[in-house]
Nanobody, 124 residues
């Protein structure tokens, strides 16, 4: 059973940085593709970034490209989202998700497992 837990959210000023973490306490995530999504109030959940099993391939939404970095440490069973140059429009609940296929998946339907989310607030 996959059990994903996000951490690292919080309040940051515009231009600041946060690093989100996603750990799996139930099983190793090394066999799973991983992704980050976000959902702001009144908006649909949107793709942010994805990484394949080995970490050799990544993909980003245009809105975060060049500012966010997804990475993984399979030995620590953890996936990270480093967020730099944060903007007020980045404020949302960020969700970690696991994809059983070894792929960089952009759509939420590809992900079978989801965390509970962590709140990111960006003040202007």
């Amino acid at each position: 059973q996959v059990h994903l837990v996000e951490s690292g959210g919080g309040l940051v000023q515009a231009g600041g940085s946060l690093r989100l973490s996603c750990a799996d306490s139930g099983r190793t995530i090394s066999s799973l593709g991983m992704g980050w999504f976000r959902q702001a109030p009144g908006k649909e959940r949107e793709f942010v970034a994805a990484i394949n099993r080995s970490g050799s391939r990544t993909y980003y939404a245009d809105s975060v490209k060049g500012r966010f970095t997804i990475s993984r440490d399979n030995a620590r069973n953890t996936v990270y989202l480093q967020m730099n140059s944060l903007k007020p429009e980045d404020a949302a609940v960020y969700y970690c998700a696991a994809n059983p296929a070894d792929s960089v998946a952009l759509t939420s339907t590809a992900y079978a497992y989801w965390g509970q989310g962590t709140q990111v607030t960006v003040s202007s």
